[in-house]
């Protein structure tokens, strides 16, 4: 069974300028979250999609990041335009649909670096 | 914001050895999961306790969970070099939404051969 994957793996760009990561979840899990984690930190929620549903933005900074889930599979997020301390690994994740019980896998992150 | 905290924030032992990690936390949970990372990869799940649970065992490794104290243990028998990794620990809670997990600032397991 093929894992979470995510695209780019590695972004360098200069602040001011826009970035997109993508993410393709687990074939038949429904529910995708986009985490940030900065270097010795846990990961932290940005956002949570069930289906094309964001059930969950409220730690998404919306001046600059935004995020979208279309058909319920794939999902991309944008930074526009980057800052220097948005420099960051940001992961994607999916889990079954399952009330209670939450074991979410992840893919390999997109480390971005602002220079 | 973080809710669990992991204790050690690092650790270092010789192969063969057990590893303890420690997790506290602070509000009512649903479950709490443990989750590795190995440098420049994503998380893995490892294991996940429900809070109506005291004990859990996955092959080398043994959670323990105590809500009174709001507190998880990680144990990691006779370890491997290939256990070099990031710990963390995750707490699902309960009431409201069923699906938000807030992870701890992890602990980073150093396996010496």
């Known amino acids: 069974e093929a894992g979470v994957v995510q695209s780019p793996r590695y972004k360098i760009i200069e602040k001011k300028q826009p970035v997109a990561f993508w993410c393709n979840p687990i074939?038949?899990?429904?529910?995708l979250y986009w985490y940030l984690q900065n270097l010795g930190q846990g990961p932290e929620l940005l956002i949570r999609?069930?289906?094309?549903?964001?059930?969950?933005d409220s730690q998404l900074p919306k001046d600059r990041f935004s995020a979208e889930r279309l058909k319920g599979v794939d999902s991309t997020l944008k930074i526009q335009p980057a800052e220097l301390g948005d420099s960051a690994v940001y992961l994607c994740?999916?889990?079954?649909?399952?009330?209670?019980?939450?074991?979410?896998?992840f893919g390999p992150g997109t480390r971005l670096t602002v220079l | 914001s973080q809710q669990g905290e992991e204790d050690p924030q690092a650790l270092s032992i010789q192969e063969g050895e057990n590893a303890t990690m420690n997790c506290s936390y602070k509000t009512s949970i649903n479950n709490l999961q443990w989750y590795r990372q190995n440098s420049g990869r994503g998380l893995v799940h490892l294991i996940l306790?429900?809070?109506?649970?005291r004990e859990k065992h996955s092959g080398r490794l043994r959670v323990t969970l105590d809500t009174s104290k709001k507190s998880s243990s990680l144990l990691i028998t006779a370890s491997r070099a290939a256990d070099t990794a990031s710990y963390f620990c995750a707490t699902l809670n309960s009431g409201g939404s069923n699906y938000k997990l807030t992870f701890g600032k992890g602990t980073l397991l150093t396996v010496n051969p």
């Open positions: 994740a999916s889990s079954l649909e399952a009330a209670g019980i939450n074991e979410q896998f």
């Open positions: 306790i429900r809070s109506n649970e």
């Open positions: 999609y069930e289906n094309e549903e964001a059930v969950d």
């Open positions: 074939s038949g899990h429904n529910t």
